[in-house]
């Protein structure tokens, strides 16, 4: 394997689990769309998630009535248990070991200078109000928020991770397609939907 081409790769998604805006590249956001990192290193196996908040709830602005908050809870209390969506070979014996949920990253898509300004002109905001009220409307039209999940697991037999089946598309119809890099002595990017479902280590 060709050590400096894997060094080259863990940088760039260390560049894109970071970065908030930076992801954009290996990650469109796409609506039916997700993506999916695993890194397996020695025991260590760190999946992350990064999808459409339009895939998995069905919105993507704050949410606002009581039953886009119970959706968002709803979502992040079954995520927290990562067999509720991946279904990782017990035979590699995985123990979870620590869990990040649903951070969210809004994406105005157009919007960036006006939203890094918007202390700075506050005070103006009554004399603009009709105005901002009249792109108010279009700002939100454009309104796009990805949802993340980080998992961390130690494998004790890493070695009997090989298919490992992803059970969102069952839960999630409007998801579609998952697009996943996969970095374990090897790297591959493999393309998942309904009818192939597995991710594979080997
Ligand atoms: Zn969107």
């Given amino acids: 394997m060709n050590r400096a081409k894997l060094a080259c790769t863990a940088t760039l998604l260390g560049m894109v689990t970071t970065g908030v805006y930076a992801q954009s590249s ?23 998630l990064q999808s459409p908040a339009m895939n998995l709830v069905g919105f993507e602005h704050a949410p606002e009535t009581e039953q886009e908050k119970a959706s968002i809870k709803a979502l992040e209390s079954a995520m927290q248990a990562p067999e509720y969506w991946i279904e990782i070979p017990t ?20 919007a960036h200078d006006e939203h890094e300004h918007e202390d700075e002109h506050e005070h103006e905001h009554e004399h603009e109000h009709e105005h901002e009220h009249e792109e108010g409307a279009s700002a939100q039209a454009d309104e796009h928020m990805d949802l993340r999940f980080d998992y961390s697991f130690l494998c004790a037999s890493p070695e009997n991770l090989d298919n490992v089946r992803i059970a969102l598309f069952d839960r999630y119809p409007a998801l579609t397609s998952l697009t996943a890099q996969v970095i374990t002595q090897t790297q591959s990017v493999q393309t998942l939907n309904a009818n192939t479902p597995y991710m594979r280590f080997k």
């Fill in 91 to 110: 035979s590699a014996d995985c123990s979870l070991s620590s869990v990040e949920i649903g951070q969210h990253h809004e994406l105005s898509l157009e």
């Fill in 26 to 48: 290996l990650a469109p956001h796409v609506h039916g769309e997700a993506l999916l990192e695993t890194v397996l290193e020695g025991q260590v196996l760190t999946i992350t």
